[in-house]
C-alpha cells in the first residue's frame, strides 16, 4: 500500500489526470461540476439582472396582498379580499379534489375495462380495444374541451326546467343535469346526526376488524363466510337503524328551481365534471392496458393449477391470478396517476380554477411575478408528484415478492 | 352361433358436422354466448353500438361539404346534422395555420425532404453517402420554413465545418485532448461573435434568400409536426446521455442526473410551457430575444429527454450483467462497449417505450395552444371568433381527433412491427 502510494505521488504528471484510469473519473466530475455551477451561475445572475432592470426584484412578499379575484369552486372559505397565498391554497386544494376523484374514477374503469378486453366474448374485448385505441391516441386536451363542449351545447340550461311546457325534467326529481353543472341533492345535518356518522365510523372500524377475524377463522377452520354481504351490513344496517331511532335527523336537500337558477343540494360545477370525465375516461384507457399486460404476464400454469385445485374462474382470479398481476401492474399505474395529477393542470383549458388556474393563472397577471409564481407552482406539483410516487412506492415495496 | 356376430367390414360415411358445431353458429355460441351473463353482455354491447351508430351516422352523413358557412348549414332543409363545410373551407388554414398560401409549398417540401432525410436512418440497405443530406437537412429545413437569408445557416454549418478541421489540423501538434477543446471552444466563439456579422456582410456581397416567414404564422397540423418531429430527433441523443449519465458510476454525474430528471417528470408540460413564453428570456442576457417556437421547442424537448433517459434506463437495466462483463472482457472502453455492445440491445429493448414517448410528446404539442400558438385547437377559437362558423364545435373537434389518431395510431403499429423484426428469441 505504502509503495503504491510512493510511485503513484513520486511520478506523479498533469496528463495523469486525464489518461489514468484512477484519477479520470474524479477530474471528470469536476469539470462537470464547475461547469454546472457556472452555467447555473450565469442563469441566475441574468435572471436577477433582468428582473431587477424591471424593477421586480425576486421576493415573496406580494403573496400577502389582496387577491382581489374571486374563485368559483372553492373547498375552504375564500373572498376577494384573501391573500394571493390563500388563493393559491384554494387552487391547491381543486387540484388535489380533481387528481384524487380522477384517479379513484380511473383505476375502477381501467380495472374493469382491462379485464373486459381480455373476455372471452368477442364483441365485448373488441369495443373495449376500439375505446382504448380511440381514448389513448388522441391528445388528452382535445378530450378535456370535448367533454366541455358537450356539457356546455349538449345539456339543457336551466330555463328549460321551468313551467308546465318545461323540456327538460329532474331525475327522480332530484337530479337536475344542465349546462351549468350537476345539481345533486345534499344532506343536512340536523340535531343528533352526530350519533349516526359516530356509529358509522363504528362500523367501518367494526368491518375492519370482523374482517381479522374471518381471515383468522378460516385459517383455521377451512370454512369461508360471506364476508363480503356480512361487511355491507355492518356498514349499513347500524347507521340505518340509529337513524330511525333518533328520529331521522339527516334530512336530505333537494336542488330547485329558484330564479334564473337551481338553489340548494350539492351543486358541482361543470368545468370540474368536464375536467374529471376527460381525466378519468383517458386515463382509464392506459390503465387498462397496465392491467391486461400484469394479467398476461401471469404464466398460464398458475390458471391452471388454480383450476386443478378445484377454484372456480372467479376465484382463480380473485386469488390467484390478481394478486399476482398486482405487482407487474402497480409500477405503470403509479405512472400513470402521476400523469394524471399533471394533467390535472389542463383545467386552465376549461376555466376550472386549479392552482394552475389561480397562482400561474390570475395571480401572475395581477401582480407580474411571473418568476415566483412559476417557480412556486412547479414546487408545488414537485412536491405533489414526489409525494404520491413515494406512497405508491412503499405500498410496491410490501407486496412485492419476498425473494429470500 | 357364428352368424349372429356382425362386424362392420367398411366404415361408415362421414356425416356433417350438426349445425350447432359449425361454422358461424358454433362460433358465435362459443364467442358470444357461451354463458348467461355473457350473452346479456353481448346483447347489451349490440344495442350500445346500434345506438350509438343510429345516433352518429345520420348525423355525420350529410351532404354539408360545401357550406359555406354555419348559417347556411341551419338554414337548409336539406342538411340536418353536421356541417362539414368548416373543414372543406379552413381545410388549408387547419393545415399551415397562417402561413402565406404561396408559399406553403416549402413547408410541403420540407415534410418531403424529411422522409428522404431520414431514410437512411432508418433502413441500413440505403447508400452511406445519403447521411450528408440528413446532417444538412435540420439547416435546411428551417431555412424553408423560416425563410430569410441562406447565409444564416450556412454560416452556422460552417461553425461545425470549423470544429471539425480544428480537431483535423491540431490532433497531431497538441494532442487528442487539446485539440477536442479548442475544436468545441472554436465553433462556439464563432457562433457567438463572427457568425452574425459574417452573415450579414456575405448577405451584402450575394444576396441569395427566399422570403422570411414570421413565426406567427405558423400554425395547424404544419406546427405540432414541427414542434413534434423537432422535439423527437433532439430528446432522443439527449435521453440516451441522461440515462448514460443515471447509470453511471461518477457519483456527481449521477446525482446531476438523477435531479433533472426527477424534477421534469416531476412538473407538468404546461409549467414548462409558461417557462418558455415567459420566463425563458429573462435567463438569457439582457436583449436577446429568440424566437417564440423555438422556445417551444427547447422546453418540449427537455421535457421528452427525461422521459426517454428514464425508458432507456430501463432498457440498461434489463440487459444481463453479463454483456456488460463480456465488453469490459473485450477490452473495450467504456464508449466503444456503449456504442457496440450495450446501446443496440438496449435501445431494442426499449423500442416500446420509446415510441411510446414519441407518441406522447406528439400528443402534448398540443398544449402550445394554452399559451397561444395557432395549433389545431388552438385554432378552433379562431375559426369559431369568425362569425360565419360561430357556434360550429364537433365537426372541428372530431376531424383534428382524426388527424391526431392517424399519426399515433400509425405510430404505434409501426413500433410493434419494428419490435417483431427484431425479435432475436424464439
Known amino acids: ?404 | 352361433m357364428s352368424d349372429q356376430f356382425y362386424v362392420r367390414t367398411e366404415m361408415l360415411e362421414e356425416q356433417p358436422a350438426p349445425l350447432g358445431q359449425t361454422g358461424i353458429l358454433k362460433w358465435s355460441r362459443e364467442n358470444l354466448f357461451s354463458s348467461i351473463p355473457n350473452s346479456i353482455m353481448t346483447i347489451v354491447s349490440v344495442v350500445v353500438v346500434a345506438f350509438l351508430l343510429w345516433e352518429f351516422i345520420p348525423w355525420a352523413w350529410q351532404d354539408s361539404w360545401n357550406a359555406s358557412s354555419r348559417r347556411e348549414c341551419l338554414d337548409s332543409t336539406e342538411i340536418t346534422g353536421a356541417c362539414w363545410g368548416v373543414i372543406t373551407e379552413r381545410f388549408n388554414q387547419l393545415m399551415f395555420g397562417f402561413y402565406p398560401h404561396e408559399l406553403q409549398w416549402r413547408v410541403l417540401l420540407c415534410f418531403v425532404l424529411l422522409i428522404a432525410a431520414i431514410a437512411p436512418v432508418l433502413f441500413d440497405k440505403l447508400p452511406r453517402e445519403m447521411l450528408w443530406f440528413s446532417a444538412i437537412y435540420p439547416f435546411f429545413g428551417y431555412w424553408l420554413l423560416w425563410g430569410g437569408s441562406l447565409w444564416g445557416p450556412i454560416v452556422v454549418i460552417a461553425g461545425f465545418v470549423l470544429g471539425y478541421l480544428v480537431m483535423r489540423l491540431l490532433s497531431q501538434t497538441l494532442g487528442g485532448l487539446a485539440a477536442m477543446i479548442l475544436a468545441v471552444l472554436t465553433p462556439l466563439i464563432w457562433w457567438l461573435f463572427f457568425a452574425g456579422a459574417a452573415a450579414d456582410i456575405l448577405h451584402g456581397i450575394m444576396p441569395v434568400g427566399i422570403e422570411a416567414v414570421k413565426s406567427s404564422k405558423f400554425g395547424g397540423l404544419s406546427l405540432s409536426l414541427i414542434i413534434g418531429i423537432a422535439g423527437i430527433a433532439i430528446s432522443f441523443p439527449l435521453g440516451i446521455v441522461l440515462a448514460l449519465g443515471r447509470q453511471s458510476d461518477m457519483f456527481i454525474v449521477k446525482t446531476l442526473s438523477v435531479g433533472y430528471i426527477e424534477f421534469i417528470r416531476g412538473v407538468p408540460l404546461i409549467t414548462l410551457l409558461f417557462v418558455a413564453s415567459v420566463l425563458l428570456n429573462y435567463f438569457m442576457p439582457k436583449g436577446t430575444n429568440f424566437d417564440i417556437i423555438l422556445r417551444v421547442v427547447i422546453m418540449v424537448t427537455l421535457f421528452s429527454a427525461a422521459y426517454m433517459a428514464e425508458v432507456i434506463r430501463g432498457g440498461l437495466a434489463a440487459l444481463p450483467t453479463g454483456q456488460y462483463e463480456a465488453a469490459d472482457a473485450l477490452g473495450l472502453d467504456y464508449w466503444q462497449s456503449m456504442q457496440l455492445i450495450i446501446m443496440p440491445q438496449a435501445l431494442k429493448i426499449s423500442i416500446p417505450g420509446i415510441v411510446g414517448t414519441f407518441i406522447g410528446l406528439f400528443k402534448d404539442t398540443t398544449l402550445v395552444s394554452i399559451i397561444g400558438l395557432l395549433d389545431p385547437i388552438g385554432l378552433t377559437t379562431a375559426i369559431r371568433g369568425d362569425s360565419a362558423w360561430n357556434g360550429i364545435v364537433w365537426e372541428l373537434y372530431i376531424f383534428i381527433a382524426l388527424m391526431f389518431w392517424v399519426f399515433t395510431f400509425s405510430m404505434s403499429r409501426y413500433s410493434m412491427y419494428l419490435e417483431n423484426k427484431l425479435k432475436t428469441t424464439h
Open chain 1, 1 to 404: 500500500m505504502a509503495m503504491a502510494d510512493q510511485t503513484a505521488s513520486g511520478s506523479f504528471r498533469l496528463s495523469m489526470l486525464i489518461y489514468d484510469t484512477r484519477y479520470r473519473s474524479m477530474t471528470i466530475q469536476i469539470i462537470v461540476l464547475m461547469l454546472f455551477m457556472l452555467g447555473a451561475a450565469w442563469l441566475v445572475d441574468n435572471m436577477l439582472t433582468n428582473l431587477a432592470a424591471l424593477g421586480k426584484p425576486l421576493g415573496f412578499r406580494f403573496l400577502s396582498d389582496a387577491a382581489g379575484y374571486d374563485i368559483n369552486q372553492r373547498l375552504i372559505e375564500y373572498n376577494s379580499q384573501d391573500t394571493h397565498l390563500r388563493a393559491a391554497v384554494v387552487g391547491l386544494l381543486n387540484t388535489l379534489l380533481v387528481a384524487f376523484l380522477g384517479c379513484v374514477i380511473a383505476t375502477v374503469l381501467g380495472v374493469v375495462i382491462g379485464v373486459m378486453r381480455l373476455s372471452k366474448n368477442w364483441i365485448v374485448a373488441r369495443l373495449m380495444t376500439v375505446y382504448i385505441e380511440t381514448f389513448r391516441n388522441v391528445p388528452v386536451l382535445l378530450w378535456i374541451v370535448f367533454s366541455m363542449a358537450i356539457f356546455i351545447e349538449v345539456l339543457p340550461q336551466p330555463n328549460a326546467f321551468r313551467g308546465d311546457a318545461a323540456t327538460a325534467s329532474m331525475l327522480f326529481d332530484a337530479f337536475a343535469f344542465t349546462n351549468r353543472g350537476f345539481y345533486l341533492p345534499g344532506p343536512i345535518f340536523g340535531d343528533g346526526s352526530m350519533a349516526v356518522v359516530v356509529v358509522f365510523l363504528l362500523s367501518i372500524v367494526g368491518i375492519y376488524f370482523f374482517g381479522k377475524w374471518a381471515k383468522a377463522r378460516q385459517e383455521a377452520t377451512g370454512e369461508i363466510l360471506p364476508t363480503f354481504w356480512i361487511k355491507l351490513g355492518i356498514l349499513i344496517l347500524p347507521a340505518v337503524i340509529v337513524h330511525f331511532v333518533m328520529g331521522q335527523p339527516i334530512t336530505l336537500e333537494y336542488p330547485e328551481l329558484k330564479g334564473f337558477n337551481f338553489q340548494g343540494g350539492i351543486y358541482m360545477r361543470n368545468s370540474l365534471i368536464a375536467l374529471l370525465v376527460a381525466l378519468s375516461l383517458y386515463t382509464a384507457a392506459f390503465i387498462a392496458e397496465a392491467v391486461r399486460a400484469g394479467i398476461m404476464a401471469i404464466s398460464h400454469g398458475q390458471t391452471e393449477a388454480a383450476s386443478a385445485l378445484g377454484l372456480r374462474p372467479k376465484r382463480t382470479m380473485s386469488l390467484v391470478v390478481l394478486p399476482q398481476a398486482m405487482r407487474v401492474i402497480i409500477p405503470p399505474l403509479i405512472s400513470q396517476y402521476l400523469n394524471l395529477t399533471k394533467n390535472s393542470s389542463l383545467a386552465i383549458a376549461v376555466g376550472y380554477m386549479d392552482i394552475t388556474g389561480t397562482l400561474g393563472g390570475i395571480t401572475l397577471n395581477q401582480t407580474g411575478r411571473e418568476m415566483e409564481c412559476i417557480m412556486l407552482l412547479m414546487l408545488c406539483y414537485l412536491i405533489i408528484s414526489l409525494s404520491i410516487s413515494m406512497v405508491m412506492n412503499i405500498y410496491n415495496n410490501s407486496v412485492k415478492l419476498k425473494e429470500r
